[in-house]
């Protein structure tokens, strides 16, 4: 089976400082991908970052940045000069391999309020 | 380029009441997904389609649910008859056959209350 936990109910963090936001994964298959989603008030899904298994290199985005430990199974998200837009609840997600087709396994969440 | 579109957006019901949610994803996208998402939690797949195909609907509780993707483009979500747990956000997502992280493309969501 497949599992994303993410620890963090909520988080606060000052404007323009830097943010991690955790995850860490369960899964027995080799080949997975990993992802996070943003989630404003508006409801809609925004996808970030993603992560392969096979990837050496950790995954950049912009001000977003993954921080791939795969002994660790943790795919913690940085978030890079925080601004007040970034205040929302973020989401990380696993998909599988083959086994699993392209279903994403979604952790609980982490709020995140970017204070001024 | 348009985003995933679903309708409505709001919808609030009497329990025992059918409902039904409409979903139009990217243009070219294949496959089409329809999550479940409670307050304060991740969304749950309820079903995947691979063109007109329900792929995975193992999560569907299929005494009340159903769906369908006639063409294979355009899909419907239905609730019949609701009940007072069925409420939540319903969100619809898809994803192109070949991109570089077979990544999901969400909508808005239908947020449903059933009173």
């Known amino acids: 089976a497949q599992k994303i936990t993410q620890t963090q109910p909520g988080m606060f963090v000052q404007e323009k400082e830097a943010v991690t936001l955790d995850c860490t994964y369960d899964t027995s298959d080799p080949s997975y991908g990993l992802f996070w989603y943003k989630q404003p008030s508006s409801g809609e899904m925004i996808f970030l970052i993603y992560q392969g298994s096979y990837d050496q290199q950790n995954a950049t985005e912009g001000r977003y940045s993954l921080n791939f430990q795969k002994a660790r199974k943790s795919a913690n998200l940085v978030i890079s000069a925080s601004q007040l837009g970034d205040s929302a609840m973020y989401f990380c997600?696993?998909?599988?391999?083959?086994?699993?087709?392209?279903?994403?396994?979604f952790g609980a969440g982490t709020i995140l309020r970017v204070k001024s | 380029e348009a985003g995933v579109v679903q309708s409505p957006r709001y919808k609030i019901i009497e329990k025992k009441q059918p409902v039904a949610f409409w979903c139009n994803p990217i243009s070219g996208h294949n496959t089409l997904y329809w999550y479940l998402q409670n307050l304060g939690q991740g969304p749950e797949l309820l079903i995947r389609y691979e063109n007109e195909e329900a792929v995975d609907d193992s999560q569907l509780p299929k005494d009340r649910f159903s769906a369908e993707r006639l063409k294979g483009v355009d899909s419907t979500l239905k609730i019949q008859p609701a009940e007072l747990g069925d409420s939540a956000v319903y969100l619809c997502?898809?994803?192109?056959?070949?991109?570089?992280?077979?990544?999901?493309?969400f909508g808005p969501g239908t947020r449903l209350t059933v009173l």
């Open positions: 997600a696993m998909r599988g391999g083959m086994e699993y087709g392209n279903k994403l396994v």
């Open positions: 997502a898809s994803s192109p056959t070949r991109s570089p992280y077979n990544e999901q493309f």
